[in-house]
């Protein structure tokens, strides 16, 4: 059987399927399964094929394509802490997320706080945006950030020689 085709198609339709036969050749039905063998121009469809919440094209490649590879693990544990972390890591922050019963005295329940180690990142009003819609995004309705404290340790850079200044830390507490 060459033709998926019903028996009763018509000569045009049987053309048109000739003449568009290459284009479901597997070997280009593979190279898009391989995310890292995708063309760059082809990856914002890839990432709505993959069901990526959230794109942005001035990210790099190399995260765009680790946003596409993660996107199903991602899915599977959405609305945990754990999804919550998975989301802020690629980005090369360090995670600590404390729910609201790993706290003495305990905090309201279905809350947490979230501390954030920038590593060497600036800190801007871009970053800090980024960072609450990674969170919300990630986290499940019914949870509340309480606390965000975000560290940031700015490597300066002295005739040549690394020096390593004190970290800036914010913390914000929402307005009630």
Known sequence: MNSLLPPNTSELERKIAQVGKEAFDLTSIRVIK????????????????????????TWQESLKR??????????????????????????????????????????????????LDL???????????????????????SRHLTNLTITTNPILTVCNILAHQTAFTFSSEPRA
């Open 66 to 115: 680790d946003v596409i590879r993660n996107s199903r693990a991602q899915h599977r544990i959405k609305g945990t802490a754990a999804a919550i972390k998975r989301a802020l890591e690629p980005f090369g922050y360090e995670v600590k997320l404390i729910e609201w019963f790993q706290v003495e005295p305990n905090l309201i329940p279905g809350t947490f706080n979230l501390e």
């Open 119 to 141: 590593i060497s990142k600036s800190l801007n009003q871009e970053v800090y945006n980024e960072i609450n819609r990674l969170v919300s995004d990630a986290k499940a309705a």
């Open 34 to 57: 391989d995310i890292d063998a995708v063309p760059s121009q082809f990856l914002p469809f890839i990432a709505w094929q993959k069901s990526v919440d959230y794109w942005d094209e």
